[in-house]
């Protein structure tokens, strides 16, 4: 791949490109809220992270290993899953709005005793959402009906 296209991946949030004493330094414009320092630190990246420059939306931050082709090329896979995370992190959200208002919109648009009947089924098979079925969060996707009413008066309050 040519130096080109390695930067031309990075879009918009391309800065520059340095080299200091031993050292390429790749210096992104990201925005305030993304994740950086966590990410690296979660996948146990040894790229080094310096934060130059932000405003209340953007920050200007250096990316930099020692210049030798094995630390670069870690460098550019471990910034760009930086990247991927905190995009799939955005687009989660803008997807969970967009169904927020679609859920306002059935819930706003139907009688009382429709919505009463609305089930969510989740699992991802087949082009499906996954969710893992031991996880307690969900339950074991078994449907489970809510108490009724008792016939009998129950005990009195003291």
Not at 87 to 110: M, R, T, V, Y
Not at 131 to 148: A, K, L, N, P
């Amino acid at each position: 791949m040519s130096l080109y296209s390695e930067l031309k991946q990075y879009g918009e949030l391309f800065h520059s490109i340095r080299f200091h004493q031993g050292l390429m330094l790749l210096d992104l414009k990201l925005p305030t809220n993304w994740k950086v320092k966590e990410i690296l630190t979660s996948i146990g990246s040894d790229i080094q992270v310096k934060i130059n420059d932000s405003n209340d939306k953007y920050q200007l931050i250096s990316f930099y290993t020692s210049f030798d082709e094995e630390s670069v090329n870690r460098l550019n896979l471990d910034v760009r899953k930086v990247i991927k995370y905190n995009l799939d992190i955005e687009e989660k959200n803008k997807l969970l709005n967009l169904k927020i208002i679609e859920l306002k919109k059935l819930f706003d648009s139907n009688e009382v005793d429709k919505l009463r009947n609305i089930n969510f089924e989740f699992g991802f098979n087949n082009g499906k959402l996954n969710i893992d079925e031991d996880d307690e969060t969900y339950g074991s996707g078994e449907r489970t009906e809510m108490v009724g009413e008792r016939e009998e008066e129950g005990h009195g309050g003291n």
